[in-house]
């Protein structure tokens, strides 16, 4: 990060390129935190609905987790001295919103719904993790899915596809569509809050808007390969 010299017009002070971080990584925690417990609820909703009871197994395993990640951002955002929920009431309309807009017809919809998102939200955080520092990278990394978790979902999507190639269509179109509404979500929170510019505090709105791009353009990357991997048509 540069900054430029006290001389200088443009000289901006180190206090205020920490307050533009702070504020930063508080708007992501918060929007974190209100997506956990989101998928929480909605994981929980699919989970009653699930054909088995093993597949009820799984989504419950699953929003357990979430709730747990959930808990753990909150926490995070305490120890800040945040108030967790002052920190989430910003992102609540534009996530209640994407579910709106994504309410599953079915079953089958409800899982390719879970997996979409879950892989794009991994791959979301990873992403900006790289530009954090030590103690925020730790707690997003503990609020990722596990492995076997998601190991567990990829499988019920390959057993029920593989039971009725009928599907295949069909959710390869939903997953396209949850994808483009996906990325629009992540562009309407970076117009609302000015999201990224927190990651070099010293930036442009013109450089945030660049690492948006980039960000976008990796998770588009990874979501055709992942449908790729599962036969379908990204």
């Known amino acids: 990060m540069s900054i430029p010299s006290p001389g200088s017009d443009d000289a901006i002070s180190a206090g205020e390129l920490s307050a533009r971080y702070d504020k930063f990584v508080v708007d992501l925690l918060g929007g974190i935190a209100y997506g956990e417990l989101s998928a929480f609820e909605h994981l929980s909703s699919d989970a009653r609905h699930s054909p088995t009871l093993q597949d009820r197994a799984v989504l419950g395993k699953m929003a357990v987790a979430e709730f747990g990640h959930f808990e753990m951002v909150c926490a995070r955002l305490s120890a ?16 209640d919103a994407f579910h709106a807009r994504t309410r599953p017809a079915d079953w089958h919809e409800s899982l ?9 939200t991994e791959d979301f955080y990873a992403r900006i993790a790289e530009h954090l520092d030590a103690d925020t990278r730790a707690v997003i990394a503990q609020a990722r899915t596990g492995e076997e978790q998601s190991a567990l979902l990829v499988g019920l999507l390959q057993k029920m596809l593989a039971e009725d190639p009928r599907l295949s269509s069909r959710l390869a179109l939903w997953g ?35 690492e948006v791009h980039a960000i976008l353009t990796a998770l588009t990357r990874g979501h055709s390969k992942r449908m790729s991997q599962l036969g379908l048509t990204a």
Do not use: N, W
């Open 80 to 95: 800040m001295g945040m108030d967790p929920e002052l920190a989430m009431l910003p992102f609540q309309l534009i996530v």
């Open 176 to 210: 396209r569509r949850l994808v483009g509404e996906a990325l629009t979500q992540v562009q309407r929170i970076g117009a609302k809050h000015s999201f990224l510019v927190g990651l070099r505090p010293d930036g442009t709105q013109e450089e945030a808007a660049a």
């Open 112 to 120: 390719m719904k879970a997996y979409v998102v879950d892989a794009i």
